[in-house]
């Protein structure tokens, strides 16, 4: 009789819980999990939004891997996008650990530097890209005035050469407030007597850091490495604002190609192709990522360990 | 528990109200671009009640921001909430008409018995005529013209060769020309070049492109020679609203543009001519506007012939060219006490459409201006115009044809 009624009791509870989180399930259901399931279908197919969806089997992958002329952008716009990775995530994890290592180092006005790096991350990307844009501009704003006093003719934002990393210097700078949040929480939690260890073994700062801190916030560092990098990845707004994807495509990523396609083209099968491609690459860089997790070469040993533990039980 | 029942059907019933899309079918949905103030939207409405009172038909008017209609307009066709006619920007016409989405309205304009297809601007007509069929009808309509730095040039050139004398004369620190912009904006003004050497974008038969042809390298070379390759031109290439800042000599704009500089930019003193062209050649440029169609799907086709009839009247298109900014496309109605509007009204009398083949944008966007803002113009590494062309070409006509 009991036993019965802590059963009914834990029932009503499991169905209590259900409905707490029943707005979030059909959310999730409705706004995400449809139409991620929809788009793979549409990517199979033709179809410019007026007209009914043609099934086309695996064309658009096809055409978009291998014809340059219609798609003249797909493998540039990646190509794109990957050196953006490779400029944005290691400045970005660079900068956050020396910012960070600097914050944490009892340094007056840890309040104010905090705030005044975390500004960034809370303005919109407009306004961020409109200051920028003043900033660069050649003629006015900082690099006008560089011009105008050294006789320079500086055009960041105009060249090929350098448009691509100014995007990436931005994209740095707007985050970077998020990420040394982040990381000097990281820091804060790392035990001192680690460092009191190391002083005692002769260690000056420098040391300290490359052997007490970096292996302390290791997992830390992974999960910015992973964010960022699927952060570089989608990169869209700013060269959408500011660069329309020139000049000669340097700054057309991926993202922004897929937009064009959509929203100038209507080649909504094509664009859908492309989102299941630039999701393909996150999933294998995030999968990767989870291997270099520290504690996992320990984990895949237990694991083989039980297993066969339960295989000699079995025999 | 009662009590909380009965709100949870109550808002249950709510929601259901508010997602039903039902509508009446005696009811005209008509898309529009929204206008930028208050004052002109409720005058839009204002005007379309009083298209419902002098006939009695029902029209529900939906104003979409322009920078999001095209995106808005293809989801609801897409979906149920489809209008039964629209603005349509004259390079979709093609795109829409191909796959039947909008329909041929030549029955419904025969019995319009206030406008004939002479009334309007020549060629502002065909831009909604596609494979011999009329697909729609041109309400509003700008051409490019050239603008001026009175400061910079006292009279403006005619003549290709008098536009680029001007250089000689230009103090340091100003650069003859910009504003050709990047990617679609370049292919669009290429177009006012091309036409201002007797060159078109499109072959005689429609069968080919033609911008990579002895007129088009001509009308790339043009541009090049404009922009020229001192550090002053590039600089000021890449300086925002270089000519509202007084920094160049001239550039293409077209009515919208008046309104900014003279909004922004007060004490710029600039005059607007018409783009000259090469000698021998009357001074020719491109167009822009906004079309109004009739979907296929709608089952008030009559009704949308008598809206678009209404909407024509000189007294409807004044009001519509004021929303946007932009000129009637009626030639007889298109008046202005600005002469500079003036010029940009004579302009258009030989404005030359955009060709009315489906996928045109693209071409565009994607093959045409990107080559002539980032490989011709380059001024790292600029591409040889004849064979840039040729390349741009040569995607264009796989695409199209």
């Not at chain 1, 999990?33 to 279908?41: A, C, E, V």
């Not at chain 2, 939207?41 to 999001?68: M, Y």
Request: glycine content about 8%; hydrophobic content about 40%.
């Amino acid at each position: 009789m009991v036993v019965q009624g802590k059963n009914r009791q834990k029932k009503k509870t499991a169905i209590i819980g259900v409905l707490f989180i029943s707005p979030l399930i059909i959310y999730f259901i409705v706004f995400q999990l449809t139409p991620i399931i929809m788009s793979f279908g549409i990517s199979f197919t033709e179809w410019n939004w007026r007209t009914p969806p043609v099934f086309v089997g695996f064309n658009n992958y096809i055409e978009l891997f291998t014809n340059r002329i219609i798609y003249p952008n797909f493998w540039k716009s990646l190509w794109v996008t990957i050196q953006y990775m490779l400029m944005s995530v290691p400045l970005s994890v660079v900068t956050t650990l020396i910012v960070s290592a600097m914050l944490n180092s009892k340094i007056k006005g840890e309040k104010f530097f905090k705030s005044a790096f975390f500004i960034p991350s809370v303005t919109a990307g407009v306004a961020i890209s409109a200051i920028w844009m003043f900033l660069i501009d050649p003629t006015y704003g900082v690099v006008g005035a560089i011009n105008r006093a050294c006789g320079t003719n500086i055009n960041l934002i105009g060249r090929t050469t350098t448009a691509l990393p100014l995007m990436a210097i931005m994209a740095v700078w707007s985050g970077l407030g998020y990420n040394v949040l982040i990381m000097l929480s990281a820091m804060k939690n790392i035990n001192p007597s680690l460092y009191e260890a190391c002083e005692i073994d002769g260690g000056g700062t420098i040391r300290k850091f490359f052997h007490v801190t970096i292996p302390n916030v290791a997992p830390t560092i992974l999960f910015l490495c992973v964010t960022s990098t699927i952060g570089s990845l989608q990169a869209f707004d700013q060269m959408y604002l500011m660069t329309g994807g020139g000049p000669d495509g340097s700054t057309t990523t991926f993202m922004l190609e897929i937009y064009n396609m959509i929203f100038s083209y209507q080649e909504v099968g094509t664009a859908s192709a492309m989102s299941y491609i630039l999701f393909a690459v996150i999933l294998a860089i995030t999968l990767m990522g989870q291997g270099f997790l520290p504690g996992q070469k320990e984990r895949r040993l237990f694991a083989r360990k039980v297993k066969n533990g339960k295989q000699l039980k079995a025999n | 528990m009662k009590n909380n029942t009965t709100i949870i059907l109550a808002v249950t019933l709510l929601c259901l109200v508010g997602c039903d899309n039902t509508s009446d079918d005696n009811i005209i949905s008509f898309w529009a671009y929204q206008p930028s103030t208050q004052a002109h939207q409720n005058a839009f409405r204002e005007l379309i009640n009083d298209f419902s009172l002098e006939t009695g038909i029902k029209v529900k008017l939906n104003l979409v921001v322009k920078d999001s209609f095209n995106t808005a307009l293809n989801s609801a066709l897409g979906g149920r909430a489809k209008p039964d006619m629209s603005y349509l920007d004259q390079p979709l016409i093609a795109d829409y008409a191909v796959d039947g989405t909008i329909f041929d309205i030549s029955s419904l304009f025969s019995s319009f018995e206030t406008v004939a297809s002479d009334d309007f601007f020549p060629y502002v007509y065909s831009t909604n005529i596609f494979e011999n069929k009329l697909y729609g009808l041109p309400l509003n309509v700008t051409a490019s013209v050239l603008f001026y730095n009175k400061e910079l040039v006292s009279t403006p050139p005619t003549s290709w060769a008098e536009w680029l004398a001007v250089k000689d004369s230009l103090p340091s620190g100003k650069s003859l020309f910009d504003g050709i912009g990047n990617g679609g904006y370049a292919g669009w003004y290429f177009q006012a070049f091309l036409a201002n050497c007797g060159g078109s974008l499109l072959n005689n038969q429609g069968s080919g492109v033609a911008f990579n042809d002895s007129h088009g390298v001509e009308a790339a070379q043009m541009i090049k020679d404009l922009y020229g390759s001192d550090p002053t031109s590039i600089i000021n290439r890449g300086t925002s609203d270089a000519f509202g800042n007084g920094l160049v000599a001239f550039k293409l704009g077209s009515s919208s543009d008046i309104e900014r500089f003279d909004t922004n930019f007060p004490n710029l003193d600039y005059g607007v001519a018409l783009v000259p062209s090469k000698s021998g050649i009357i001074s020719s440029s491109n167009m822009g506007g906004e079309n109004v169609v009739v979907y296929s799907h709608s089952k008030l086709k009559e009704n949308c012939g008598k809206l678009i009839e209404y909407l024509l009247k000189q007294e409807c298109l004044d009001k519509l060219s004021d929303f946007t900014g932009n000129f009637p496309a009626i030639r007889s109605y298109a008046q202005s006490g600005d002469e500079r509007l003036n010029t940009i009204i004579d302009q258009m009398e030989t404005s030359v459409p955009r060709p009315v083949i489906p996928r045109w944008i693209r071409v565009n966007d994607e093959y045409l201006g990107p080559t002539l803002s980032d490989k011709i113009l380059s001024d790292e590494n600029p591409r040889d115009i004849q064979s840039s062309l040729d390349d741009a070409a040569s995607a264009a006509n796989q695409l199209l044809f």
